[in-house]
T-cell receptor
């Protein structure tokens, strides 16, 4: 397993278009997270899944955003009617419980979205 | 709401010098994480601190945790240019749904 994979690495889109990103987590990890990071800021939580169930969504996740993890494996994040304020790095992470109750989080390389 | 604050936000230091980055968090946390991020790259895990008084060291970096003060420090010893990056601390706990809340990051520049 090569870690968390995200596709595409970069996406440039025109305002108003829809975009979809994909995340493939580490195969044995049952939790998957989406974060958004804007320039000069720390990552902000968007949503997370335990297997196929979406357990929490941030207030940041407006109704233009939707995330799925249909079979508890890969996940997609779709942004509809993109706005310039959506320009950011979208990071995916997966985690699993380790011995001692520790959660280890592994981040993907991210998808950088630019809305023009 | 769990809040995480780092200081300083920007740090410029000379090679060979020592410095400390501070991370304060607002509510009880189960775990404290430190990450490194190079420009345009993703997050690289450095340390995970679980308990009060925990100290971990890797090379020129040492992290510690004081849960009573809700404070973690990342100490840099004899800095080298390769340490130039942005460093984030993050915390998680069961009441926040076991997901990470990040600080704003400390942008470290080590000058020759």
């Amino acid at each position: 397993d090569t870690g968390v994979s995200q596709d595409p690495r970069h996406k440039i889109t025109k305002r108003g278009q829809n975009v979809t990103f994909r995340c493939d987590p580490i195969s044995e990890h049952n939790r998957l997270y989406w974060y958004r990071q804007t320039l000069g800021q720390g990552p902000e939580f968007l949503t997370y899944f335990q297997n196929e169930a979406q357990l929490e969504k941030s207030r940041l996740l407006s109704d233009r955003f939707s995330a799925e993890r249909p079979k508890g494996s890969f996940s997609t994040l779709e942004i509809q009617r993109t706005e310039q304020g959506d320009s950011a790095m979208y990071l995916c992470a997966s985690s699993d419980r380790l011995p001692g109750g520790l959660y280890g989080y592994t981040f993907g390389s991210g998808t950088r979205l630019t809305v023009v | 709401e769990l809040k995480v604050e780092q200081n300083p936000l920007f740090l410029s230091m000379q090679e060979g010098k020592n410095y400390t980055i501070y991370c304060n968090y607002s509510t009880t946390s189960d775990r404290l994480y430190w990450y490194r991020q190079d420009p345009g790259k993703s997050l690289e895990s450095l340390f995970v601190l679980l308990s009060n008084g925990a100290v971990k060291q890797e090379g020129r970096l040492m992290a510690s945790l004081d849960t009573k003060a809700r404070l973690s420090t990342l100490h840099i010893t004899a800095a080298v240019h390769d340490l130039s990056a942005t460093y984030f601390c993050a915390v998680d706990n069961w009441t926040s749904g076991s997901r990470l809340t990040f600080g704003e990051g400390t942008q470290l520049t080590v000058n020759p």
